[in-house]
């Protein structure tokens, strides 16, 4: 195993940032991990347990100037624009999620990083795209602005790995669901804001349609994905930063449905509104034999399993006033 231990995260405040800067820095040591964003971090653990910067991820100086300065050798590049706000804001998306996506490669290329990380998404599918049990080769023509720079970042990335020798990595993350920080404006957003509303007011209004099957994913497991790509072989990857990974497949209905297993009075009705054309232009459910096949990858977490721990947390967090929501 190689031993990375001079880490730069962007987007660290975020959804995923915010839980993969903890385990980081659990496992390589809080001043070995830099953490930056354009907001602060939101949670005073976070901001205790180790350096933070501002950097925006257009400004390829201010990155580069920061590497030199922290002495990396390894990016977790999570600063992006997601599907819905990219939709409502189309040129801010690309401007973001391109360049900071180019900035991020091309100083790994110039600084001989040893290792980088940057994550794809479902929203790299289309309509065209199968859509029941997608494989990891197919059709990739997105309809959203964010799917297309995700397209566009996996192939870069795949170019700066064969013309420039960069190690890079990243997984097609599905929807992903936690408790920690509220997610930053995609389509599967719902099933994030269904526990919480579950819990305060047993009632959500939905804003995709009762059977709008998405892929999901636990927190736990995303991590889980992340740190056991990093510490993969190169040499045993024969792709690198487009890889299908699955956890789980439900309709808003079906998880309804499950919490109410918790909850018996919970009530859900539904008003889709512009995600709802985003949600059918994805897939239904994952292939994801290549990430099982090349590094191992195996979720822990189903649908029964995932809601009773989100509902678990989120009710001990009422219960002691400190919900948040
Ligand atoms: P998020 O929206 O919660 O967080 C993104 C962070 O990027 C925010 O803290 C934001 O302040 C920051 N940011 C925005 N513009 C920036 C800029 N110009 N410079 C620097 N930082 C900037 O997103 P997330 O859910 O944590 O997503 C992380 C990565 O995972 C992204 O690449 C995203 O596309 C991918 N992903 C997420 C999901 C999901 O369900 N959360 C699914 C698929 C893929």
Redesign the pocket.
Known sequence: MTTMNRILM??A?????SELLKVLRRKHGGPNVLAT???VLAAAELRDSGPFEF????DAKRLDDLLGSYRIDTIYH?????SATGEKNPHLAWD?NMN?TYNVLEAARNRKLVRVYI?S??AAFGPETPRKNTPQETVLRPKTMYGLT?VAGELLAEYYVRRFGVDVRGSR????ISHE?L????T?DYAVAIFYEAVKYKRYTCFLGEDTSLPMMYMPDCLKSVLDLMDADFAGLRHHADFNLAAMSFTPAVLAAEIRKHIPEFSIDYKPDFRQAIADSWPMSIDDTAARREWGWKPDYDLAAMTKDMLDVLSRRKAAGTLNY
Request: aromatic share 2%; net charge neutral; glycine share 22%.
């Open positions: 962007t987007g405040s975020g959804q995923i940032g964003d354009i907001q950097l925006n991820v257009t999570l600063a992006a624009i997601l973001v900071g994550p998404s479902i995700k993350f599905p929807g992903i920080t997610p930053g404006g995609g599967t």
